[in-house]
């Protein structure tokens, strides 16, 4: 384990913004973490642990310890034959251990197919897509204290997941270095195709018997067909989250835009389309130089060469102010600024 000085970010993030981190050091195991634990300036650095870089935006270098997390190997650790527990180390690819799993006939996350990034960041802000979340198969995950080193579980009810949402990214946030995480799947699929668009796909496939094979490809093929290739187009997929609003609020709207995209959360509550209150503010497609809202998603902010992370987050920022003034919804972001 070594620790480089002024490292370059921009292969390690995926919006493919130009920053230098102060130190950064890549982790394969715990003993590796330990060892940088040892370090002179361990605890001094601020500390900031990367695995794909698929939902960061960098608006400037970053002045502390940059850790990458490559801690890797994929276990099966129970199975009766129907039911098993997986476990996969931070540092795998999310989609290549969907694919693992899939390959298998493991059941229970091929909705979540594609999504950029790394198992140790599943639990972040509970990944989700395609009417699944990664809270419906958790089992439980392992971490190690930054401060103590000492190694901690962290089981299902302990990790308030709700949507795109952790405890690690607010009460333990910074805290912890996720190091494996372990999955509840089955043998037996309970096929959820529930998201419109997967029974619309599965038609256009010719698939006449379903699979978990064939969820998954559905999944590939239409997110293929709307989110940009982050190794084409810099992106962190959605910017902001869904906003959840008051019912009064979305019925207010309504009145005027009766196409408004909205799905129910409880009687006093309803999910707003990000995606549609930004195109309704004429943002979708827009470019400006470098960066803009992608044209075919307009959740998604994009960078086309050699964007700023500051002007994407200023982006942002006028998005949020306009879709305001319109609507009355407050955007709120899912991406990690840095
Ligand atoms: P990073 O960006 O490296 O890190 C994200 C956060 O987690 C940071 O705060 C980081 O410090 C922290 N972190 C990462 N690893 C660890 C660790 N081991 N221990 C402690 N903290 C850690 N997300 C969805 O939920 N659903 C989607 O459908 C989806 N689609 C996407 C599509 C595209 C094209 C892109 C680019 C992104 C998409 N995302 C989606 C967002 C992103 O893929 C997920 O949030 C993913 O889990 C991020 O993983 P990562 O390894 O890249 O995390
Ligand atoms: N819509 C528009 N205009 C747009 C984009 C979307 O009107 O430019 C409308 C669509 O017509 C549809 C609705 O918004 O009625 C929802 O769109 P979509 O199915 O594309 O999903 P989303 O709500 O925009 C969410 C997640 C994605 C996830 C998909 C599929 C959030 C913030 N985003 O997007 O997650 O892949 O659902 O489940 O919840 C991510 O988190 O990075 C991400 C990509």
């Not at 970010?9 to 040892?38: Q, W």
């Not at 850790?67 to 690819?93: R, S, W």
């Not at 943002?283 to 400006?288: E, N, P, R, V």
């Amino acid at each position: 384990m070594q620790i480089e000085d002024n490292v370059a970010l921009k292969p390690y993030n995926t919006f493919g913004i130009e920053a230098n981190a102060k130190h950064m050091a890549t982790c394969t195991s715990v003993d590796d973490f330990n060892e940088l634990r040892g370090w002179k300036n361990f605890n001094t650095s601020p500390k900031l642990i990367l695995g794909g870089g698929s939902n960061i935006l960098f608006t400037k270098d970053y002045d502390g310890l940059v850790i990458k997390n490559d801690f890797k190997g994929i276990e099966l650790v129970e199975d009766d034959g129907e039911n098993l527990v997986i476990k996969a180390g931070a540092g795998e690819n999310w989609h290549q251990f969907v694919m693992h799993c899939v390959s298998n006939g493991y059941a229970g996350i091929e909705n979540l197919s594609l999504i950029p990034g790394n198992v140790g960041a599943s639990p972040m802000q509970n990944i989700g897509a395609y009417g699944v979340e990664i809270k419906d198969v958790f089992h439980q995950l392992t971490a190690v204290d930054m401060s103590s080193g000492e190694e901690v579980i962290f089981k299902l009810d302990e990790c308030n997941f709700g949507y795109r949402e952790s405890i690690f990214k607010n009460t333990a946030k910074d805290k912890y270095i996720i190091t494996s995480v372990a999955y509840r799947l089955k043998r037996t699929a309970q096929f959820n195709t529930s998201y419109g668009a997967i029974e619309q796909e599965l038609e256009n496939m010719g698939v006449t018997e379903l699979s978990i094979s064939a969820i998954s490809q559905a999944v590939i093929n239409i997110r293929s067909s709307k989110l940009p290739d982050p190794s084409k187009i810099g992106n962190a997929g959605s910017f902001f989250k869904n906003p959840v609003v008051p019912v009064e609020l979305a019925d207010k709207i309504r009145k005027d835009y009766p196409n408004l995209a909205s799905y129910p959360i409880d009687t006093a509550h309803v999910k707003l389309a990000a995606g549609w209150l930004i195109e309704q503010s004429g943002w979708k497609g827009k470019k400006l130089g470098d960066y803009g809202v992608h044209d075919k998603q307009a959740l998604v902010l994009v960078n086309y060469g050699n964007a700023k992370g500051i002007d994407i987050f200023d982006l942002s920022e006028q998005i949020k102010v306009s879709v305001k003034n319109k609507f009355g919804v407050e955007l709120e972001r899912e991406v990690n600024i840095i």
